[in-house]
C-alpha cells in the first residue's frame, strides 16, 4: 500500500539546470509535507516542508508545490548544484508533522557538472 | 543545529541474539520515532513514543521489538531475536510539538 509514491528512481540533470522531482500521494487525510534529502551512510536531513492550507513554499534555491486536487507535489532546484546530488525522499504526515511520517522510496539526483 | 545522536552506527549480530540500538534525540523534543531502511527499499516507520508510551506502531513492530526511554535522555529499540529480514538502517527521529521530525545517522544492523 504505497500511500505516497515517488515514480522516477532516478532524475540527472546539468549543474545550473532546474531539478523538478515528483511525488504523488493517495491519502488524504495527509495535510503537511516534507522533503528530505539523504546522502549514503547518512541519516534523512530536512529540506523544505508545506502545509495543505499553501499551494507553495519557497526557501532560497528550493521550492515546493503542492496541488491538492491532484493530490501531487513537486519539489524544485533551481540552479541545480553538484552538491545537491543525493536521494530526495517525499514524505507526508496526517497531522502538522507531529505524527508519523510515511516516505515515499526516493528519488535520486545527479547534478553534473 | 541540534543533533539527534545514534549508537552504534553499526551492529553485527548473530541471528536469534538480541540487540539494543540506542538514540539520543534532541533535548526539549517531545516526540520520538524510529524508522528503518531495508537496503534499496524506502523509509518505513516502526514506532512512535510521546508521553512515555507508544503512541503509533506499524505491523512492522511485532512482539519482537520494543522501545524503551530509560532515563530523561536516551530512547532505545530493542529487538528480542533478531532474523535475517532484521537486517536495515535503522533512524531514530524526534520532534517538537507540530514540527518537522530531525533525524540521526542511522545504525546500520548487520544479522548473520
Known amino acids: 500500500d504505497q500511500q505516497v509514491k515517488q515514480n522516477s528512481p532516478s532524475l540527472s540533470v546539468q549543474e545550473g539546470r532546474i531539478s523538478i522531482l515528483n511525488c504523488d500521494y493517495t491519502?488524504?487525510?495527509?495535510?503537511?509535507f516534507l522533503w528530505y534529502k539523504k546522502y549514503p551512510a547518512e541519516g534523512p536531513t530536512f529540506l523544505i516542508s508545506?502545509?495543505?492550507?499553501?499551494d507553495k513554499n519557497e526557501d532560497g534555491r528550493f521550492t515546493v508545490f503542492l496541488n491538492k486536487s491532484a493530490k501531487h507535489l513537486s519539489l524544485h532546484i533551481v540552479p541545480s548544484q553538484p552538491g545537491d546530488s543525493a536521494v530526495y525522499f517525499c514524505?507526508?504526515?496526517?497531522?502538522?508533522?507531529?505524527?508519523?511520517?510515511?516516505f515515499g522510496k526516493g528519488t535520486k539526483l545527479t547534478v553534473n557538472p | 543545529e541540534p543533533e539527534v545522536t545514534q549508537t552504534p552506527s553499526h551492529q553485527v549480530t548473530q541471528m536469534g541474539q538480541e540487540v539494543i540500538l540506542r538514540c539520543v534525540p534532541i533535548?526539549?523534543?517531545?516526540?520520538f520515532y524510529w524508522y528503518r531502511q531495508i537496503l534499496g527499499q524506502k523509509v518505513e516507520f516502526l514506532v512512535s513514543?510521546?508521553?512515555?508510551?507508544?503512541?503509533?506502531k506499524s505491523e512492522i513492530f511485532d512482539d519482537q521489538f520494543s522501545v524503551e526511554r530509560p532515563d530523561g535522555s536516551n530512547f532505545t529499540l530493542k529487538i528480542r531475536s533478531t532474523k535475517l529480514e532484521d537486517s536495515a538502517m535503522y533512524f531514530c527521529?524526534?520532534?517538537?510539538?507540530?514540527?518537522?521530525?530531525?533525524f540521526g545517522q542511522g545504525t546500520r544492523l548487520t544479522v548473520v
Open positions: 527521529a524526534s520532534s517538537a510539538e507540530g514540527a518537522r521530525a530531525f
Open positions: 491519502n488524504s487525510m495527509f495535510d503537511y
Open positions: 508545506i502545509s495543505s492550507i499553501k
Open positions: 514524505a507526508a504526515s496526517p497531522q502538522g508533522g507531529s505524527e508519523k511520517l510515511v
Open positions: 533535548s526539549n523534543h517531545l516526540y
Open positions: 513514543f510521546y508521553n512515555n508510551e507508544i503512541s503509533e
